[in-house]
């Protein structure tokens, strides 16, 4: 038996990148993985592939859209009746990212994008947890949420700063009803987000980066640890830290 049997995980970004991993290691440990995206066509292909071997269920949304949220809520509940692990992951960033660009709606875009809608899914995974007194929340942030810099934008910051503030604020009230929340913060991950950068990276570079996988086998090893202990917050960055060289360059 896989360490996961039976249990029912609700991944969202799931069509690609970090959330298309996350599902796919989940399924490989026998959960039943609820896959959640804007965009059908991705959400029905990984579905696809698990359902060779697992079990996966298309629900997809705009978690932007707080009543569209709710109603995957409604489903899980029909279907399912139970929740026990969110992998929060849904997030995306824009070209025009610095502040001499940023418009109150795209900073809107970002804030609903990367911090509203991670909010809306807590709330509807919180009730099934309670009941149950235990549940695991893992929330992807970044490198961003932790450390202040010029590459991904500020209002990608603040948002991340809020997903790493969330998930703390989490276990300090929800630990008594058995509630675990970890928050992720990746360096660089070759997703297609990286696509929506001023300036993308090519294939080579990407090739250094953390990959999906490497995601979706950490979020495989979070979600298996033992009721009894959570793991507040994890760092994972490529060997190759561009940053860290750039840093060694300019000494030279």
């Not at 991904?152 to 503030?165: C, D, E, N, R, S």
């Not at 660089?188 to 490497?214: K, S």
């Not at 760092?235 to 300019?250: D, E, F, K, S």
């Amino acid at each position: 038996m896989t360490r996961l049997t039976g249990k029912i995980a609700w991944v969202t970004g799931a069509g690609t990148g970090i959330g298309e991993a996350a599902a796919l290691a989940l399924a490989e440990e026998g959960a039943t993985v609820i896959l959640t995206g804007r965009r059908t066509a991705p959400l029905e292909d990984v579905a696809r592939r698990i359902n060779q071997t697992g079990k996966a269920h298309v629900q997809p949304a705009d978690l932007t859209d707080s009543a569209q949220v709710q109603k995957v809520g409604e489903s899980i509940r029909a279907t399912f009746n139970r929740l026990d692990i969110l992998v929060n992951n849904a997030g995306i960033n824009i070209v025009e990212r610095h502040w001499d660009k940023l418009t109150p709606q795209s900073i809107d875009t970002m804030l609903q994008g990367n911090l509203s809608g991670a909010l809306y899914c807590v709330t509807v995974a919180l009730p099934f947890m309670r009941a149950q007194q235990d549940g695991l929340l893992i929330h992807t942030a970044s490198m961003a949420g932790r450390f202040i810099g010029g590459v991904a934008g500020p209002i990608y910051t603040v948002a991340k700063h809020g997903i790493v503030a969330m998930s703390h604020g989490l276990n300090m009230q929800e630990c008594v009803n058995g509630i675990r929340s970890t928050v992720f913060l990746p360096g660089e991950v070759a997703t297609p987000i990286l696509d929506a950068r001023p300036n993308p990276v090519g294939p080579e570079v990407r090739a250094r980066m953390v990959q999906p996988a490497d995601c979706g086998d950490l979020i495989r090893y979070i979600a298996c640890l033992p009721r009894h202990v959570v793991m507040n917050e994890v760092h994972l960055a490529p060997t190759w830290n561009r940053g860290y060289v750039a840093a060694l360059q300019r000494q030279l």
